[in-house]
Protein backbone atom coordinates (compact mmCIF):
# COMPACT_ATOMS: atom_id res chain seq x y z
CA UNK A 1 0.00 0.00 0.00
CA UNK A 2 1.54 3.46 -0.84
CA UNK A 3 1.02 6.51 1.43
CA UNK A 4 -1.18 8.16 -0.82
CA UNK A 5 -3.79 4.92 -0.46
CA UNK A 6 -3.06 4.87 3.33
CA UNK A 7 -4.24 8.65 3.46
CA UNK A 8 -7.28 8.05 1.31
CA UNK A 9 -8.19 5.31 3.41
CA UNK A 10 -8.08 7.43 6.31
CA UNK A 11 -9.91 9.86 4.53
CA UNK A 12 -12.65 7.75 3.36
CA UNK A 13 -13.57 6.46 7.06
CA UNK A 14 -13.69 9.79 8.00
CA UNK A 15 -15.75 10.87 5.57
CA UNK A 16 -17.99 8.42 6.08
CA UNK A 17 -18.09 8.61 9.61
CA UNK A 18 -18.68 12.61 9.09
CA UNK A 19 -21.83 11.80 6.38
CA UNK A 20 -22.74 9.23 8.73
CA UNK A 21 -23.78 11.33 11.79
CA UNK A 22 -24.44 14.63 9.64
CA UNK A 23 -27.90 12.65 8.57
CA UNK A 24 -28.68 13.82 12.90
CA UNK A 25 -29.45 17.20 12.00
CA UNK A 26 -32.06 16.11 9.78
CA UNK A 27 -33.43 14.40 12.84
CA UNK A 28 -32.26 16.87 15.31
CA UNK A 29 -34.52 18.92 12.67
CA UNK A 30 -37.40 17.09 12.78
CA UNK A 31 -37.84 17.08 16.43
CA UNK A 32 -37.61 20.39 16.95
CA UNK A 33 -40.35 21.17 14.76
CA UNK A 34 -42.39 18.44 16.12
CA UNK A 35 -42.18 19.47 19.74
CA UNK A 36 -42.72 23.18 18.50
CA UNK A 37 -46.30 21.93 17.33
CA UNK A 38 -46.63 19.67 20.31
CA UNK A 39 -45.44 22.76 22.62
CA UNK A 40 -47.94 25.62 21.42
CA UNK A 41 -50.96 23.71 19.39
CA UNK A 42 -51.60 20.73 21.61
CA UNK A 43 -50.39 22.22 24.70
CA UNK A 44 -48.09 19.23 25.57
CA UNK A 45 -44.32 20.42 25.98
CA UNK A 46 -41.86 17.18 25.98
CA UNK A 47 -39.92 17.50 29.52
CA UNK A 48 -36.71 15.94 28.03
CA UNK A 49 -36.68 17.65 24.26
CA UNK A 50 -33.99 20.04 25.60
CA UNK A 51 -31.22 17.69 26.84
CA UNK A 52 -31.87 15.15 23.88
CA UNK A 53 -31.42 18.20 21.13
CA UNK A 54 -28.08 18.79 23.52
CA UNK A 55 -26.52 15.12 22.95
CA UNK A 56 -27.54 15.32 19.42
CA UNK A 57 -25.61 18.10 18.57
CA UNK A 58 -23.12 17.32 20.63
CA UNK A 59 -22.62 14.32 18.75
CA UNK A 60 -22.94 15.72 15.45
CA UNK A 61 -20.06 17.56 16.56
CA UNK A 62 -17.80 15.58 17.76
CA UNK A 63 -18.08 13.33 15.21
CA UNK A 64 -17.84 15.45 11.90
CA UNK A 65 -13.99 16.52 13.99
CA UNK A 66 -12.18 13.70 11.87
CA UNK A 67 -14.44 14.66 8.53
CA UNK A 68 -13.41 18.47 8.50
CA UNK A 69 -10.00 17.57 9.31
CA UNK A 70 -9.47 15.55 6.55
CA UNK A 71 -11.03 18.35 4.03
CA UNK A 72 -8.85 20.67 5.76
CA UNK A 73 -11.64 22.69 6.86
CA UNK A 74 -11.09 23.87 10.17
CA UNK A 75 -10.31 27.18 10.55
CA UNK A 76 -6.73 28.52 10.72
CA UNK A 77 -5.21 32.40 10.64
CA UNK A 78 -4.59 32.67 7.12
CA UNK A 79 -2.57 36.10 6.65
CA UNK A 80 0.73 34.40 7.27
CA UNK A 81 -0.26 30.64 6.70
CA UNK A 82 -1.58 31.19 2.86
CA UNK A 83 1.34 33.19 1.16
CA UNK A 84 4.18 30.76 2.61
CA UNK A 85 5.14 27.40 0.57
CA UNK A 86 4.70 24.16 0.79
CA UNK A 87 7.31 23.27 3.11
CA UNK A 88 6.97 25.92 5.55
CA UNK A 89 2.76 25.28 5.74
CA UNK A 90 4.08 21.83 6.28
CA UNK A 91 6.56 22.41 8.60
CA UNK A 92 3.92 24.83 10.57
CA UNK A 93 1.46 22.51 10.60
CA UNK A 94 3.91 19.57 11.77
CA UNK A 95 4.67 21.56 14.98
CA UNK A 96 1.25 22.98 15.98
CA UNK A 97 0.07 19.06 15.49
CA UNK A 98 2.80 17.70 17.85
CA UNK A 99 2.87 20.71 20.56
CA UNK A 100 -0.83 21.37 20.61
CA UNK A 101 -3.40 19.09 18.79
CA UNK A 102 -1.77 15.32 19.83
CA UNK A 103 -1.87 16.50 23.28
CA UNK A 104 -4.85 17.94 23.45
CA UNK A 105 -6.83 15.15 21.71
CA UNK A 106 -4.98 12.80 23.29
CA UNK A 107 -5.84 14.54 26.72
CA UNK A 108 -9.75 14.49 25.29
CA UNK A 109 -9.87 10.47 24.61
CA UNK A 110 -8.60 9.20 27.84
CA UNK A 111 -10.65 12.14 29.87
CA UNK A 112 -13.96 11.22 28.02
CA UNK A 113 -12.83 7.38 28.59
CA UNK A 114 -12.60 8.00 32.35
CA UNK A 115 -16.21 9.84 32.13
CA UNK A 116 -18.04 7.17 30.05
CA UNK A 117 -16.84 4.34 32.09
CA UNK A 118 -17.97 6.19 35.14
CA UNK A 119 -21.24 7.05 33.54
CA UNK A 120 -22.09 3.39 32.19
CA UNK A 121 -20.88 2.23 35.52
CA UNK A 122 -23.73 4.35 37.44
CA UNK A 123 -26.08 4.21 34.66
CA UNK A 124 -26.29 7.94 34.41
CA UNK A 125 -29.67 9.65 33.62
CA UNK A 126 -30.00 13.57 32.60
CA UNK A 127 -32.03 15.55 35.53
CA UNK A 128 -35.45 16.13 34.43
CA UNK A 129 -39.14 14.88 35.02
CA UNK A 130 -38.31 12.25 32.21
CA UNK A 131 -34.64 11.35 32.76
CA UNK A 132 -33.06 9.84 29.50
CA UNK A 133 -29.56 7.91 29.27
CA UNK A 134 -26.57 9.86 29.28
CA UNK A 135 -23.95 6.52 29.18
CA UNK A 136 -24.45 6.38 25.51
CA UNK A 137 -23.75 10.39 24.77
CA UNK A 138 -20.36 10.46 26.64
CA UNK A 139 -19.05 7.18 24.72
CA UNK A 140 -19.52 9.20 22.02
CA UNK A 141 -16.30 11.40 23.77
CA UNK A 142 -13.77 8.41 23.20
CA UNK A 143 -15.00 7.65 20.05
CA UNK A 144 -14.74 10.47 18.21
CA UNK A 145 -11.36 11.11 19.97
CA UNK A 146 -9.87 8.28 18.15
CA UNK A 147 -11.24 8.58 15.35
CA UNK A 148 -9.52 12.38 15.08
CA UNK A 149 -6.20 10.79 16.15
CA UNK A 150 -6.28 8.39 13.45
CA UNK A 151 -7.34 11.50 11.14
CA UNK A 152 -4.15 12.94 12.59
CA UNK A 153 -1.71 10.62 12.35
CA UNK A 154 -2.64 11.05 8.64
CA UNK A 155 -2.12 14.69 8.66
CA UNK A 156 1.35 14.20 10.27
CA UNK A 157 2.20 11.68 7.43
CA UNK A 158 1.12 14.09 5.10
CA UNK A 159 3.20 16.95 6.63
CA UNK A 160 6.26 14.95 6.68
CA UNK A 161 5.69 13.92 2.91
CA UNK A 162 5.22 17.48 1.74
CA UNK A 163 8.33 18.71 3.86
CA UNK A 164 10.44 16.04 1.71
CA UNK A 165 8.61 16.71 -1.33
CA UNK A 166 7.85 20.13 -1.42
CA UNK A 167 4.30 19.36 -2.35
CA UNK A 168 1.47 18.51 -0.30
CA UNK A 169 -0.46 15.04 -0.83
CA UNK A 170 -3.73 15.53 -2.67
CA UNK A 171 -6.83 14.80 -0.30
CA UNK A 172 -9.51 12.82 -1.05
CA UNK A 173 -12.00 15.11 -2.86
CA UNK A 174 -15.64 15.49 -1.82
CA UNK A 175 -18.40 17.82 -3.13
CA UNK A 176 -17.16 21.34 -2.97
CA UNK A 177 -19.64 24.77 -2.06
CA UNK A 178 -19.05 25.34 -6.49
CA UNK A 179 -20.86 21.85 -6.67
CA UNK A 180 -23.78 22.90 -5.33
CA UNK A 181 -23.81 26.59 -6.44
CA UNK A 182 -23.21 25.26 -10.00
CA UNK A 183 -26.28 22.52 -8.87
CA UNK A 184 -28.59 25.64 -8.06
CA UNK A 185 -28.23 27.75 -10.73
CA UNK A 186 -28.84 24.78 -13.07
CA UNK A 187 -31.80 24.15 -11.91
CA UNK A 188 -33.34 27.52 -11.81
CA UNK A 189 -35.36 28.67 -14.41
CA UNK A 190 -35.08 32.97 -13.22
CA UNK A 191 -31.49 32.53 -14.80
CA UNK A 192 -30.80 32.68 -18.34
CA UNK A 193 -28.08 30.26 -19.86
CA UNK A 194 -25.40 32.96 -20.26
CA UNK A 195 -25.63 34.81 -16.78
CA UNK A 196 -25.70 31.06 -15.55
CA UNK A 197 -22.38 30.00 -17.28
CA UNK A 198 -21.00 33.31 -16.46
CA UNK A 199 -21.71 33.18 -12.84
CA UNK A 200 -20.75 29.72 -12.41
CA UNK A 201 -16.83 30.59 -14.18
CA UNK A 202 -16.62 33.57 -11.69
CA UNK A 203 -17.38 31.19 -8.66
CA UNK A 204 -14.68 29.00 -10.04
CA UNK A 205 -12.00 31.23 -10.46
CA UNK A 206 -12.43 32.99 -7.01
CA UNK A 207 -12.89 29.14 -5.37
CA UNK A 208 -9.43 28.07 -7.47
CA UNK A 209 -7.16 31.27 -6.10
CA UNK A 210 -8.35 30.90 -2.76
CA UNK A 211 -7.49 27.48 -3.10
CA UNK A 212 -3.80 28.38 -4.43
CA UNK A 213 -3.63 31.26 -1.67
CA UNK A 214 -4.15 28.23 0.95
CA UNK A 215 -2.05 25.98 -0.80
CA UNK A 216 1.26 28.44 -1.60
CA UNK A 217 0.36 28.35 -4.92
CA UNK A 218 2.24 24.82 -5.37
CA UNK A 219 5.53 26.51 -5.29
CA UNK A 220 8.31 24.38 -3.88
Excluded at 29 to 57: C, G, H, Q
Excluded at 159 to 181: F, M, N, Q, S, Y
Aim: proline letters at 4%; charged letters at 20%; a negative charge.
Amino acid sequence: MTVQNLLHSADRISTWVGKAFAWLIVALMLMVVIEVFKRYALNAPTAWIFDASNMMYGTLFMMGGAYTLCQDGHVRGDFFYGSAKPRTQATLDLVLYLVFFFPGIIALTYAGYTYAADSWAIHEQTFNADPLPLYPFKTIIPLAGLIVLMQGVAEIIRCVVCIRTGEWTPRLKDADEIDVVEQQLASSTYVDEAARDEAIAKAKQIEESAHQRATGGGQR
